[in-house]
């Protein structure tokens, strides 16, 4: 008997093996859950259904966060499969990569919007429809970063969104506490991952972590994984509207 056995949940954010989401579907697959999967487009789904399949998952159904009707028909299709779920994993973010490089003043109209549609707001729709299936209870987890609450470089619109994603977490914790819905967010340190390249500067934030974080080293998709577990699971029932750090200490330090 794992951890998870028995506990059923939709992983949205899998683009490919590098996606901190792949590395969190692992986990708690050792652990015992039964999986779901979303991806973007048809693109991603050539990478993302044969690692989904790799897990014994046969729920893998298409998802534009952006659009609300998406989102409804993944929900009423995992009803209709499975009657209700346990977790969801949130780990899906985007921002314009013209917005990422200019200076943050320069940010667009357009692009701050997307990047808050995409990154933050889509944790809200989201949970809204997973609120229905979670009849014993439940999880939802998202991803976050410290850019939310540090101005660090180049990270721009995306922080601003994960501030608001951040604050999202603990307005949907204290309305959902009540139905035993727990709503915490996992941050990571800097991991080489599609969405990270799309954000400059990934090669000094990692030598930094090599050298400053207590642990002296980057984390990794499943060091990362190993949290998402902890936080849709039991072990973290008295938990919520948490942003939880796994990132080797670093944001308890100052470089010096
Ligand atoms: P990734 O590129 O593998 O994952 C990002 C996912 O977002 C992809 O699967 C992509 O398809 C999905 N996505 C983008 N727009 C979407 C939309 N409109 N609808 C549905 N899905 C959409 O990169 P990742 O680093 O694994 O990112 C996952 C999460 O982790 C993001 O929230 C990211 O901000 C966060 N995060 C990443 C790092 C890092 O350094 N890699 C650090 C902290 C937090």
Redo the contacts with the bound molecule.
């Keep these: 008997m794992g951890l998870m056995t028995g506990k059923r949940g939709i992983i ?5 093996d ?6 969190a579907a692992q986990q708690l697959k050792e652990a015992g859950a039964t999986l779901a999967f ?4 048809e693109a ?1 789904e050539k990478r ?1 259904r044969p690692l989904a399949e790799s897990l014994g998952s046969d729920l893998i159904l298409p ?5 609300d009707e ?1 989102i409804e028909a993944v929900f009423a299709k995992v009803k209709e499969v499975w009657g209700d779920i346990d977790f969801v994993v ?5 921002a314009n990569k013209d917005d990422l490089k200019r200076p943050f003043s320069e940010t667009s109209r357009e692009g701050f919007k997307l990047a808050m549609d ?2 933050a707001y ?1 944790l809200v729709a989201v949970t809204r429809y997973a609120v229905p299936l979670m009849n014993n209870g439940g999880s939802v987890v ?5 850019g939310a609450t540090r101005a660090v470089p180049n990270y721009n619109v ?1 922080g601003v969104a ?1 501030a608001a ?1 951040e604050a999202s977490v603990r307005y949907l914790a204290a309305e959902l506490g009540e139905k035993k819905i727990r709503v915490n967010a ?11 390249s ?2 400059g500067g ?1 090669r000094e ?1 990692l030598k930094l972590m090599d050298q400053y974080a207590p642990l002296r080293r980057a984390v990794d ?1 499943q060091d ?1 994984g190993k949290s998402v577990v902890y936080m849709v699971s039991d072990l973290s029932s008295g938990v919520t509207g948490e942003v939880h750090f796994v990132d080797g200490g670093f944001s308890t330090v100052v470089p010096a």
């Excluded at 979303?38 to 487009?41: D, H, S």
């Excluded at 998202?142 to 410290?146: A, C, G, K, P, R």
């Excluded at 941050?187 to 990270?196: E, F, M, Q, R, V």
């Design positions: 949205f954010g899998v683009a490919n590098m996606s901190i989401a792949w590395g979303t991806y973007l487009n991603l993302v998802c534009d966060v952006g659009r998406d949130h780990s899906v973010a985007f995409i990154s889509s998202t991803l976050t970063y410290l995306m994960k994603l996992v941050s990571a340190g800097p991991i080489k991952t599609l969405a990270a799309g954000v990934l934030k998709q990362v």
